[in-house]
């Protein structure tokens, strides 16, 4: 079992709808980042938070340290909202593991 | 200071040649690592450095696979005779003690 586990692994939704990614760890972590990968491009930093809830624009990431889960959610999902969402986390040797990435494929 | 820069963004090469990538982390960062993603999966450790030593190294780094970071500043990656099982993402990761991580966008290696 992957130290962190993402869900769903492919989502296809109509444009305009609320999007929520989900991401469960087993690991000890100090931070969680949200990724984002555009085919065939490189990973950008969406989010790290360590506790509560970061916004930046139509992204919401949320983060439930007891429960050991975190959400990234797309308000108003737009097809350039089109990539791979891939959390990540530090496990207790201080590598980062990363989830397997959900890829999300929003039509028009 | 524009965050972690990796060089080159993408990277063709013949089967059998070598290649070597760079990372050029934020300038405070102690801690370097480097990771490989493949298609449909998510990246794998590979390496990880403080300031110039290489503390962990991944089975995953085969003999023909070595990085450096000679001045515990920027760190390089050198792939000797490529297989077109290398082709990957190469993505470089830095972070400074407790404070989250600042990640590269990557080099992108095409191995024919």
């Known amino acids: 079992k992957n130290e962190v586990e993402q869900s769903p692994q492919n989502l296809t939704a109509q444009e305009g709808e609320f999007i929520t990614i989900n991401c469960s760890y087993s690991?000890?972590?100090?931070?969680l980042h949200w990724l984002q990968q555009h085919p065939g491009g490189g990973i950008v930093s969406l989010f790290m938070?360590?506790?509560g809830k970061k916004k930046h624009g139509r992204l919401i990431a949320t983060i439930n340290i007891q429960e050991k889960h975190s959400s990234l959610h797309i308000t108003a999902s737009h097809p350039r909202d089109s990539a791979v969402y891939i959390c990540a986390a530090p496990n207790r040797d201080d590598k980062i593991i990363f989830g397997k990435g959900t890829r999300l494929h929003i039509l028009p | 200071d524009t965050g972690v820069s990796q060089d080159p963004r993408h990277k063709i090469t013949k089967r059998g040649q070598n290649v070597t990538f760079r990372c050029d982390p934020i300038s405070e960062h102690n801690r370097l690592y480097w990771y490989r993603q493949t298609l449909g999966q998510g990246p794998e450790f590979l390496t990880y450095f403080q300031n110039e030593a290489q503390l962990e190294k991944s089975r995953l780094l085969s003999d023909r696979f070595s990085a450096e970071r000679p001045k515990g500043s920027f760190s390089t990656l050198e792939i000797q005779r490529t297989e077109q099982g290398d082709s990957a993402m190469y993505l470089c990761a830095s972070r400074w003690d407790v404070y989250g991580y600042t990640f590269g966008s990557g080099t992108r290696l095409t191995v024919v």
């Open positions: 938070l360590s506790s």
């Open positions: 690991v000890g972590i100090s931070a």
